[in-house]
């Protein structure tokens, strides 16, 4: 779609965070279509990475990215607070393997622009928590093969937060 350059800049004022003087922590949904609704995932990692530009705070720290049940191939959600396990196939986890390679290429970009520990949360119900986690650390670990972390781009942490109870902090998984 192409747009003027006053439109442009509107919608980028929208990302900007040069405000908020004591932000701590960048938390966004993961995104894959669902998240930045009218963008595709490049754009997406293009406008976190114009956000965290524009940062200011002097105590900005981390940046979370919350997966929720419809991120994860093998989780059927037939209503809500009921999701189950279902069998992946191959292709979809090839399919679930590029996705997280990808989110992994646009955190180590954004991580360019704007020094933060990455924080990987599962809110999900528990039903799905151990699946969940485990594909979360499955991602890291395979992101640690392929490229690696080190002291410029640390490995992520992987937390749990319960989706019944929202108010409470992440849950920290050892391990």
Known sequence: MLT???IARSF?????????????TLQVTAWSG???????PAVAARLLTYALSTITSPV?????????????CGVESPGPGQPRLRKRSPGEKAEEALWHRRRFEAFRRMHKVRNFRLVLCADVWERVREYSV????AAVAAEEAKVGF?????EPLVV???????????KRMLG
């Open 4 to 6: 003027d350059r006053s």
């Open 12 to 24: 980028l004022q929208d990302f900007d965070l040069s405000r908020n003087k004591s932000l701590r």
């Open 34 to 40: 669902d998240a930045l609704r009218a963008c595709s």
């Open 60 to 72: 900005f720290t981390e940046f979370t990215a919350f997966y929720q049940e419809h991120h994860f």
């Open 134 to 137: 485990r594909v979360l650390k």
């Open 150 to 154: 080190d002291s410029i781009f640390p």
């Open 160 to 170: 749990y937060r319960p989706r019944a109870s929202r108010p409470n902090p992440p």
